[in-house]
């Protein structure tokens, strides 16, 4: 793609953004649109974030790495992108979704925050849990600024992996006190248990999640930086959220998270 083309596409999905109004999926307009192009409209994206609006990168994330979550939306390969700042939410946090959310789901995840920088490619699981501080329960709240998440691989990388804000529990630990694929996750939806997931389920083990997220970004030239904070992946299905909806997870030995949507 032109230069003029991805600038161009970033734009409409910043609009989207901030507007909540989706857009066309991009590989329907554009079928020769390639995974390099859409890592370029991303970054053209998160240009005008930080431009615009003052958004700091404070992490990535690495998305649809997990079975159900793959049959669910129908893409076979994981995606990726950026956190800023602004996509925080504290642990309780009761988040809008009219005026900042346009269909969201939610998903339970293993967040890894660094004590030091990783540069890809070449990282290993060994390098992955060298240079991780802690980890730590975590809500990410997917949002597709693409219609009716009629999504491609090309479509969510642009649309920064379809990230809409995350939220972090309280508590951090040492991942090296865990056997972190046979970590378990209980997801809470209204009260009910809805569903369960073990870490393994992010790629066999959400190490080498985080160390192929290090290494695919690596090769664009993007390190991991120490303090940053990681998204390694669901464990589970995504759960859509409406107004009122209240969510919660356990992760075994660990803590929890929650968070409501009004």
Not at 160 to 184: H, I, M, Q, W
Not at 238 to 245: C, E, F, H, V
Request: include cysteine.
């Amino acid at each position: 793609m032109e230069t003029s083309q991805i600038d161009t596409l970033g734009l409409e999905l910043y609009e989207a953004l901030r507007s909540c109004r989706p857009v066309a999926p991009l590989t329907e307009r554009y079928p020769e649109i390639a995974l390099e192009d859409a890592y370029q409209i991303s970054r053209a994206m998160l240009a005008l974030r930080e431009q615009r609006d003052g958004e700091v990168v404070v992490g990535k994330k690495i998305g649809v790495t997990s079975k159900p979550v793959q049959d669910m939306l129908g893409v076979f390969q994981p995606d990726f992108g950026f956190l800023t700042d602004a996509m925080l939410c504290p642990d309780g946090a009761e988040i809008p979704i009219a005026g900042r959310l346009v269909a969201p789901r939610a998903e339970g995840e293993i967040a890894f925050r660094l004590r030091k920088d990783l540069n890809g490619p070449g990282v290993t699981e060994a390098d992955v849990l060298d240079a991780t501080e802690s980890i730590i329960p975590c809500f990410e709240i997917v949002d597709s600024r693409i219609a009716d998440w009629k999504i491609r691989i090309q479509d969510t990388v642009a649309d920064n992996a379809s990230c809409g804000v995350y939220v972090l529990g309280d508590t951090e630990v040492d991942p090296r006190a865990f056997d972190l694929p046979n970590l378990k996750m209980r997801i809470f939806h209204n009260g009910e248990l809805h569903s369960e997931g073990l870490g393994s389920a992010v790629q066999g083990n959400p190490l080498t999640a985080v160390a192929w997220l290090a290494n695919t970004l690596g090769e664009f030239g993007i390190p991991f930086r120490a303090g940053e904070v990681i998204l390694s992946g669901s464990l589970a299905p995504l759960i859509p959220a409406a107004p009122g909806d209240r969510f919660a997870l356990e992760l075994e030995g660990v803590g929890g998270c929650s968070c409501s949507f009004r």
